[in-house]
């Protein structure tokens, strides 16, 4: 029995890849533009055994408290009898969930607003405290949402602790382990631990080789390293196992960006101008992938201030802002870029902004292993 009552089962499929119509009626579907959908089922249907007997349509099913449903998303809800739709947004097949219960179908479902900085900190609190209060969850994605939570706010040995008795004590399967492993790896290499980090992504690509994910975070694992020539090389591999993902170009060019920074300190101008521009068409292709990521506006901006391009980089600044006002990077590179423009008394304004977020920041990460 589990210590989480009570529960709501989730489900992420890919739209194309699950029957729609063999869902409960009134599960609650959140659509993300361009990826996966979640599926909420309501609590009534949230038994072990109900989420059991619908896994085989889902890439990942899983429960959870009630109280870890999606903030800040689009709701739908599944009509009543809807013939299969293959996650086409056929007129008819759907109706938003307002609140006062009115019918939506006119208007096409709106994909689910990014989750912004500072919720996304205020969400994994709320995971700890739920632990203080009831536990340690049972289920496999549970505890991997706990070590993210225990890791964004700089709780490392608890994450440590976490994941090494999933990898060492639980009896997953090759998927799931591979997925701990790779956790484990992200926790160590924000540790600065890049050996052992290496280990344990090499661990989680032996069970899963082709996983593009796991390339990724190899490549960025080098990359921290300073092993840059490895860290490409790693990258594209993950890029060609998966070219229709931006975060794959867009951690090649911030790895090209480095590259380029030394060849710079090393007298090497116009080498590294070739590596910018470079960099700038991976990044441009990550915007045309995703244009709605805060990150891919930022590095290009980055880019467009390493080579003097002020114009493109405060516009990109501002559009990394606007999609995204919580997070501090945005600001502080703001910062450097109009201190770099002479503008002082903005970059002095931006760097504050950026502080103060920091602090924030800091305010919301008061866990700690007591």
């Known amino acids: 029995m589990s210590l989480f009552p009570p529960f709501t089962a989730f489900g992420i499929f890919r739209p194309a890849s699950v029957n ?17 959908a979640l599926v909420v089922l309501e609590e009534a ?18 429960l959870m408290p009630s109280i870890f449903r999606p903030p800040a998303v689009q709701e739908l809800t599944l009509e009543s009898g809807a013939p299969e739709r293959q996650g086409q947004k056929a007129a008819g097949a759907w109706r938003a969930a307002g609140p006062d219960g009115a019918d939506r179908s ?18 994994y609190r709320r995971r700890i405290d739920a632990v203080k209060k009831h536990g340690e969850p049972e289920g496999f994605f549970d505890r991997i949402l706990l070590a993210r939570a225990y890791r964004h706010f700089g709780v490392f040995d608890l994450a440590e602790e976490l994941l090494g008795r999933m990898v060492f004590e639980g009896a997953w399967d090759a998927k799931k382990k591979a997925r701990a492993f790779a956790e484990f790896a992200i926790t160590l290499r924000k540790q600065g631990r890049f050996e052992e980090a290496l280990q344990k992504i090499d661990r989680a690509l032996r069970l899963k080789e082709t996983n593009p994910y796991y390339h990724c975070e190899r490549g960025m694992i080098l990359r921290a390293w300073g092993r840059y020539g490895d860290a490409l090389q790693e990258l594209e591999r993950a890029r060609g196992l998966d070219p229709t993902r931006p975060r794959f170009y867009i951690e090649i060019a911030a790895t090209l960006g480095e590259i380029a920074r030394r060849q710079v300190e090393g007298g090497q101008a116009r080498e590294a101008r070739r590596t910018y521009e470079s960099a700038l068409r991976y990044v441009n292709h990550a915007i045309r992938l995703g244009p709605d990521h805060p990150r891919h506006y930022c590095e290009r901006a980055i880019v467009h201030r390493a080579t003097k391009r002020f114009d493109g980089a405060l516009s990109d600044h501002q559009k990394a802002v606007q999609l995204d006002d919580s997070y501090p990077r945005h600001f502080l590179e703001l910062g450097i870029t109009l201190k770099e423009m002479n503008d002082t008394k903005a970059a002095q304004k931006a760097t504050r902004k950026g502080k103060d977020l920091e602090n924030l920041w800091q305010r919301l990460s008061h866990h700690r292993k007591k």
């Open 106 to 123: 006119s208007s096409p479902p709106e994909p689910k607003k990014r989750l912004r900085f500072e919720e996304t900190a205020t969400d």
């Open 20 to 36: 729609l119509a063999a869902l409960p009626d009134g599960a609650a579907v959140y659509f993300d533009a361009g990826g996966p």
């Open 45 to 62: 249907s949230a038994s072990r055994q109900g989420a059991v007997s619908l896994s085989q349509d889902f890439d990942f099913l899983f």
